[in-house]
C-alpha cells in the first residue's frame, strides 16, 4: 500500500521559510516522477514543483529562486524549502508520486503566510 504523509506546514509571517517534507512508504521516491501541488481556498489546485527520476528539477514561474525541491532516496522522502513567502503562497500543499500510469496524493499539509 502507497502512502504519502506531509508535514511541516504552519503559520508563518510574510518573508518567513517553512520546509516541507513528505514521507513515502510503499514507493521508491526515486522511481518515480515526484511533485509538489498547492490549492489555495476557491481555486484549483496547481503545480509547483516536480523531481524526474534522473533528477532533473522544474518549478512554476511564481516560486522560482524561493523555493527549493530536494530528494532524500536514503530516508525515501521528498522536501521542499520554502523562504521569502509571500501571502499569496497561502494553500494546501499537496505531494505527489507518478509511476507508470499509478498516481498517488498526500492528505496536504496547510501552509498559512500572514502578519
Known amino acids: 500500500q502507497v502512502q504519502l504523509v506531509e508535514s511541516g506546514g504552519g503559520l508563518v509571517q510574510p518573508g518567513g521559510s517553512l520546509r516541507l517534507s513528505c514521507a513515502a512508504s510503499?514507493?521508491?521516491?526515486?522511481?518515480?516522477?515526484m511533485g509538489w501541488y498547492r490549492q489555495a481556498p476557491g481555486k484549483e489546485r496547481e503545480l509547483v514543483a516536480t523531481?524526474?527520476?534522473?533528477?532533473?528539477?522544474n518549478y512554476v514561474d511564481s516560486v522560482k529562486g524561493r523555493f527549493t525541491f530536494s530528494r532524500d532516496t536514503a530516508k525515501n522522502t521528498v522536501e521542499l524549502q520554502m523562504n521569502n513567502l509571500k501571502p499569496e503562497d497561502t494553500a494546501v500543499y499537496y505531494c505527489?508520486?507518478?509511476?507508470?500510469?499509478?498516481?498517488?496524493w498526500g492528505q496536504g499539509t496547510q501552509v498559512i503566510v500572514s502578519s
Open positions: 505527489n508520486a507518478k509511476r507508470y500510469f499509478s498516481d498517488y
Open positions: 510503499g514507493i521508491a521516491v526515486q522511481g518515480c516522477v
Open positions: 523531481i524526474t527520476r534522473s533528477g532533473l528539477i
